[in-house]
């Protein structure tokens, strides 16, 4: 252990593992939350709305219109964002071809990317267990 680390330094770092397990977190469970969000929607508009009646004694029907409105807004983005992570609904796709294909059909792999073609196929195969096409 340094002990000649200052206060300041390991607060930041313990800061940035707390803002890497929060991303983490985000990016493996967008989707789901997606749909918990559509699921509990119209509990929320009961909530808000006898919240309001109670509170401001006038009816919340302005609150129960937005709400939904708002939450498919937020549904929609989260299900985005989870596509876009190869989390969602879609395939993970990748930015550019893999491979490429010489005129006598000869397929070839640049080798600095093969790595990142075996997560991305990795990442592909855990698409389809969790879609149910690939037995584990």
């Excluded at 929320?44 to 919340?60: H, P």
């Excluded at 969602?88 to 080798?111: A, M, Q």
Aim: include cysteine.
């Amino acid at each position: 252990m340094n002990n000649n680390r200052s206060v300041l330094e390991i607060l930041g770092e313990s800061i940035e593992d707390m803002l890497n397990m929060l991303k983490y977190i985000l990016s493996t469970s967008i989707y789901p939350l997606s749909k918990i969000l559509m699921f509990t929607l119209p509990y929320l508009m009961l909530m808000v709305g006898v919240t309001v009646y109670k509170v401001l004694g006038f009816d919340g029907k302005v609150c129960v219109l937005i709400i939904p409105i708002l939450m498919n807004i937020l549904s929609f983005i989260l299900k985005s964002m989870a596509n876009k992570i190869g989390k969602g609904e879609l395939p993970p796709i990748p930015n550019e071809r893999f491979t490429s294909e010489d005129g006598d059909g000869e397929v070839s792999c640049r080798h600095d990317r093969l790595q990142e073609m075996l997560l991305f196929v990795n990442d592909y195969e855990k698409w389809l267990e969790r879609k149910g096409y690939l037995r584990k």
